[in-house]
């Protein structure tokens, strides 16, 4: 009923709307003013003004308003490159935003037909022209070359630090697996077919290789303060895309084909909340959870790359602290994946794929608010059964 | 009209109509079948194409104010959402992957079956045989079967909506192994909805090959006498360069896509490598997903261009003649046409930069996408030039072209940070990308559409749209088209595509700007249904085009706004053949505006004694 009553309104709305129109056209040539814009054109040029100042204006309140809101400033050093980039295109973007805007709406109003009647004709002026290439071009010119030597320096495989921390993650729908060294340091070998690849052992992690016998699964990633990082990414099934919004690093992990990603966090976690603690907008409540935003801030990881039907699901905790003691005490509390007998010695041929995942999770949507609680599970279930992952059932 | 694929191009320059006269006095009875469904006019095609681009953007945007509203108000549900999509909004809420699937289809809608085939599918063909001079396309017969491929493509679309895993899913792109598996597991929509994809567009790209091919040939070869290409309004210029680019670049999306279905139907194994599936490793072997993102945004890239350009002719058409001056810079204009094309092809792999592409590769790119930002920048200087000093008429279609460059300076500014591929590790596939490529090839490829159905609607119809409800519309857009995406700059950093961000604190903060732009996204929508009802209405009851003259046959002539190219010396009444008589000849450029204090000389009029000729 409501539908019909709003289906009404509009249709009626659009009726007088079309008289309105209809009746002003047949004034007009009444009138005997026919088809002439002088008038119009007066009155359009006020409001293309009219628009163009309100249009700035506007620009200025959604920075005050939506700025403090953005995501916060880097936690890597190299985004604040990045960033920095970013504020320097800004700086001559805003200028000839601001010029050509202005100029557009302006010339509209201020040589419309109704105030000005007789065009100039000037079809081309070269030495102008040379002008406008040329300047964009410099600028441009300019922004490459920044750009590029930020590029470098983040893709420079050389000047890594051999002794990076090393972390890999294995995307699949709709979780991050996150696989630690331990406390050896070094990851055990993973043997990619079917004989080693199983419900049980996804990664194909080869148990034979002292050096996978620590390694371990992690609840949230966690990094050190000003030590490198290098996340070694891959995906099981489709697509995915490894991304952390404050530490400015997104790649995509793609099936088949390893990718990896190299840097340095600069922030621990509690460094980041005493910097919001100043922020105003930050002090705010957070009507969810009740308490000062700044107090209840993380990291987190997303995915950026179309996955699935949960693909706004896939979260992941992001922790950074303060040195390797902390980060040792945390290896410390965790368990190996290699707490059951090696799955490896599975019959050959139950290892042929099962058909498809139909009992995968179909309630996702509806169990979206006690994702949390679910995460905790699922890394629980993990812990103890030595797979890497339960159906979120 | 088949007669003239084998005329040289002498012939038709001198005239040399033999055995095959266009006039009226030789058109036999065409049945109703031939007038309006299989006709090979070149005007009623254009028609077609329009009419179906206005049904696939109602289509198209409907999509878009639906999971806007799911954005916008994530926790409430709205009942009578289930009674048209059933078990897609069970409860009268959308499902995550019906959303995704929406927001699929609102993308190949909007950019192939919208501001490709409406756009360019409709002004290609109105305007070029008009403007160059000719009698109708090429092949008339080759140009009917590119809009019945259209069609095609549009049913086939179409019908994909009302299979039962719902249509294609996984992102306009396509990308496998999301829509590379035939596994309604992995994607609802990679099941047969994705097959149907795959043949519309198949189909779409057929069509788009046919009608690019026509053109060419027609703009090459059949320009009337006099009709030098440095005499072409620039409208033609894009017509010619977007189908250039349509028929270099879709053949490599329908290899990419071919290859794809090979992988879902056959086995093979071109995008599919070491895939495990619940823990089991598939049989797929040394296959690359990121060779298809090569194939489709080879295309992909190109076809923003294929999008913007005919847009960008139209403005520049638009801007010239109700600002009564010559576009400013016109050579600058056609070398910067020119220049975008073959850069654009160079571009490709900066929507690929976090793909773990080689940095090395990735710096050519980045150069190469900055590089296209100085034609672009040229153009737009060029435009805001032709508006100085002019006598501006604003209408509603100088408004929308005014609107086009607005659009486009927001929208193209965006895209030196985007193209710079530090910072684009950041802003990949977040809001500020949604933001920039709808500002500056949606809403402004939009305007551009509008400015030229507003503008060349007496062309079609002999009649005028209305313009009260044109200005409505008009401001209606501007600013709500800014509501909606200018805001989004600042949701930086949120990734697009997400149902909700309830799952992230990161993300979280935005719900009431959510709110703000699904409102204005309401509004917007709500306006071109008015521009609809205005268009419908006014074929009908619109204000007719003032007769200036009237000829001894019995036609009549009107030049409703002024304007100095040769469409506007046709007879009112649209006639198979377009002249009555002989095709007008050239003797100038298009674009004489307030010369020789005369409001413009068309360009079938020849040089008075001593004038010398604009070059």
Redesign the interface.
Known sequence: MLGFVIFALVVLFFTVLVLIGKTNELSEDVAGKGMNYDAKSRWNGYFLLAFIILFFVSIVYQFKLLAPIMIPKSASYHGEQTDNLFYVTLFFMAIVFVLTQFALFYFGYRYNQGVNKKALFYSHNNKLEIIWTVIPAIVLAVLVVMGMRVWFQIFDVESRDKNAMVVEVTAKQFQWMARYPGPDGKFGHRILDTAHINPNNELGIDWKDPNSRDDFWADKLVFIKDKPVLVKLGAQDVIHSFYLPHFRVKMDCVPGIPTQFYFTPKYTTEEMRDYLKELPWWQTINPETGEPRWKTFKYELACTEICGRSHYGMQKEVVVVKDEAEYNEWVKKQTPIYTVPAPDAAPADSLKPQGPATTKSDKETKEIKDKKEKTEKDVVSVLTSGSAHKSSK | MSAHTTTTPADVHGHVDTGHIHGHEHHHEASWLETYVFCQDHKTIAKQFLITGIFWGIVGGLLSVLFRMQLGWPNETFP?LETFLGKWAEGG?I???FY?AMVTMHGTILVFFVLTGGLSGTFANLLIPYQVGARDMASGFINMLSYWFFFSASVVLFISFFVQTGPAS??WTA?P??NGMR??????GSGLGFDLWALAMTLFIVSSLTGGLNYVATILNLRTKGMSMMKLPLTVWAFLFTAVLGILSFPALLAGVALLEFDRLLGTSFY????????????YRG????LFQHLFWFLGHPEVYIIILPAMGIVSEVLAVH??????????MVISIMAIVIISFLVWAHHMF???LN?NL??VF??FT??I??PS??K??????T?????????PPM?FA?GF??MF??GG??G??LG????D??L???YFVVAHFHIVMGVAAFFGMFAGVYHWFPRFYGR?M????G??HF?VT??GG?AIF??MH?M??L?????????????N??NF?TQFISIAAIVVF?AQ??FV??FF?SIF?G?KV?VERTSEDGYTYGN?WDGATLEWTAPIERIHGNWPGEIPSVHRWP?D???NDKPYISQDTPLAPGEVE?K
């Open positions: 009578f809420k499902s995550n992957e995704l996984g992102g990308y192994p999301l596994d309604v597991a992995i994607n609802k599919l490598n070491m895939i495990v599936v619940n823990g089991h490793l598939l049989d296959g690359s997903p990121i600002s009564r001056k010559p576009i400013f810079g016109y050579r600058a976090v793909t773990g940095p990735a710096a980045v150069l900055l590089l930002a100085v920048a040229i737009v200087f060029n435009w805001i030039g508006v100085w000093k002019g006598s501006v008429r604003l209408n408004l005014m460059v607005s300076i927001s500014l965006t030196l940070m710079n591929s530090p910072i590790i950041q990949h596939d977040t005028f209305n313009d009260t409800l200005y409505i401001y501007l600013i800014y200018f805001p600042f930086t950093g990734p697009r595509r997400y149902y909700t961000f309830a799952n992230f604190e990161t993300f903060n935005f700007l709500t249904l008015l009802v205005n209405y009851k204000r003032d409703p674009y505006y307030s010369v604009h």
